[in-house]
C-alpha cells in the first residue's frame, strides 16, 4: 500500500533540501557503506549503492577535483575523502526522498532546475558544433539586421526644473513649451520663454542613442527614439525637472564588416542551432504524447475604487 505523504513529510524534505544535511542522515550514510562492503562487492566504476541506485566514480573524482582545487591542490586524506563519499551518500539519499514527495513534480525551483537540465542537455551537442567561415558569412548576410549597430538622432531638448519651482509649475511649463512647439514655432524662442538652463545642454548634430541617454536619463531618451522627424515628446520626468524632445532627424542603424563581428555572429550562431534542436526535440514530444489542452477563464480584473 503505497504511504500517503503527510504535510510534516513534506516540510521535512523541503528543509533538507534547501537548507542542508541533517546529522542523522549522515549517520544513515555511514552505516549503509559499511553494509555494502560487507555484503558484497560494488561494480566497477561505483563507490556506492543507495537502495539500488550507483554513485559513480566519475560524480566522486569529479566532487574531490573541485574540493582540491578549493584548497589550492593540497590533497584529502583518508579521513576526508570518507566525508566527501558520505555527503554524496547523503545527496542521493535525499535526492530520493524529494522524488518520492513529488517535489520534482511540485516545488517550482525544483521543476526549474530539471527543465534547465534537460534543455541544456538537448541544445549542448548543437551549441559546440564548430562552423566554418562559409556558414558564419552566409548566416550573417541572411541575419545582418541582428548585428546592426543602433542608429544616430539629432534631436533639441527643453528642460524645465523642479529645483526651482513646484513641481506642477514645472510641468505646466513643459506642456506649454511641448503645444507651442506643435504649432510651429521656433526652437529657441520656445526655449528662452519657458526653459530652464541645463548643467548639461545637449550637443547639436547627430548623437548616439546612448549619448542621448547620458544627458537627458532614461525616460526621456527612450520617448525620443519612438518620434519621427518633426515630432515632438510630451513633457517626460527626468531627474530634476521634464524635458520636452524635438526629433530634427534620425539615421538608420549601421551593419558594420563582417570581420569586426565575427565573434557575434559565431556565438548568434551557435545560439540559434541551440533554439533549432530545442524545436526539433519539442516538437518530437509533442507528436509522442497525448496533450489536451483549455485556456482557463481570464482572471477577473479588480475594479477601481472611484475617486
Known amino acids: 500500500m503505497r504511504r500517503v505523504k503527510s504535510a510534516s513529510d513534506e516540510r521535512l524534505a523541503r528543509l533538507l533540501l534547501v537548507l542542508g544535511i541533517a546529522a542523522g542522515v549522515g549517520m544513515t550514510a555511514l552505516g549503509l557503506l559499511r553494509e555494502?562492503?560487507?555484503?558484497?562487492?560494488?561494480?566497477?566504476?561505483?563507490?556506492?549503492?543507495?537502495?539500488?541506485?550507483?554513485?559513480?566514480a566519475e560524480a566522486f573524482a569529479q566532487i574531490e577535483a573541485a574540493v582540491i582545487a578549493e584548497r589550492k591542490g593540497a590533497p584529502l586524506d583518508e579521513?576526508?575523502?570518507?566525508?566527501?563519499?558520505?555527503?554524496?551518500?547523503?545527496e542521493e539519499l535525499l535526492l530520493q526522498r524529494g522524488?518520492?514527495?513529488?517535489l520534482a513534480r511540485h516545488e517550482p525551483?525544483?521543476?526549474?532546475?530539471?527543465?534547465?537540465?534537460v534543455v541544456a542537455t538537448i541544445t549542448s551537442d548543437a551549441?559546440?558544433?564548430?562552423?566554418?567561415?562559409?556558414?558564419?558569412?552566409?548566416?550573417?548576410?541572411d541575419e545582418g539586421d541582428r548585428f546592426a549597430r543602433p542608429g544616430r538622432v539629432d534631436a533639441q531638448a527643453l528642460f524645465a526644473s523642479t529645483v526651482t519651482r513646484p513641481e506642477a509649475q514645472a510641468f505646466q511649463r513643459a506642456a506649454e513649451a511641448a503645444r507651442r512647439l506643435r504649432a510651429g514655432e521656433d526652437f529657441a524662442a520656445v526655449d528662452a520663454a519657458l526653459g530652464d538652463p541645463q548643467t548639461a545642454p545637449l550637443p547639436g548634430g547627430s548623437l548616439p542613442l546612448e549619448t542621448l541617454r547620458q544627458y537627458l536619463g532614461?525616460?526621456?531618451?527612450?520617448?525620443?527614439?519612438?518620434?519621427?522627424?518633426g515630432e515632438i515628446t510630451d513633457p517626460v520626468r527626468g531627474g530634476s525637472g521634464y524635458y520636452v524632445v524635438r526629433l530634427v532627424a534620425r539615421?538608420?542603424?549601421?551593419?558594420?564588416?563582417?570581420?569586426d563581428v565575427r565573434q557575434e555572429v559565431r556565438a548568434e550562431w551557435l545560439r540559434t542551432q541551440g533554439e533549432r534542436a530545442l524545436g526539433d526535440y519539442l516538437e518530437g514530444l509533442r507528436e509522442q504524447a497525448d496533450v489536451k489542452t483549455r485556456l482557463p477563464p481570464p482572471a477577473a480584473r479588480e475594479k477601481k475604487a472611484a475617486p
Open 36 to 56: 555494502g562492503g560487507a555484503s558484497g562487492r560494488l561494480p566497477d566504476g561505483v563507490v556506492a549503492l543507495v537502495d539500488g541506485e550507483a554513485v559513480s
Open 79 to 90: 579521513t576526508q575523502r570518507q566525508r566527501l563519499l558520505d555527503r554524496l551518500v547523503d
Open 99 to 102: 522524488i518520492e514527495l513529488g
Open 109 to 117: 525551483s525544483a521543476r526549474r532546475a530539471i527543465v534547465s537540465a
Open 127 to 141: 551549441e559546440t558544433s564548430e562552423p566554418d567561415d562559409e556558414t558564419l558569412r552566409r548566416f550573417y548576410a
Open 218 to 229: 532614461p525616460s526621456a531618451a527612450q520617448a525620443a527614439a519612438t518620434l519621427a522627424p
Open 251 to 259: 539615421g538608420g542603424g549601421e551593419k558594420p564588416p563582417f570581420d
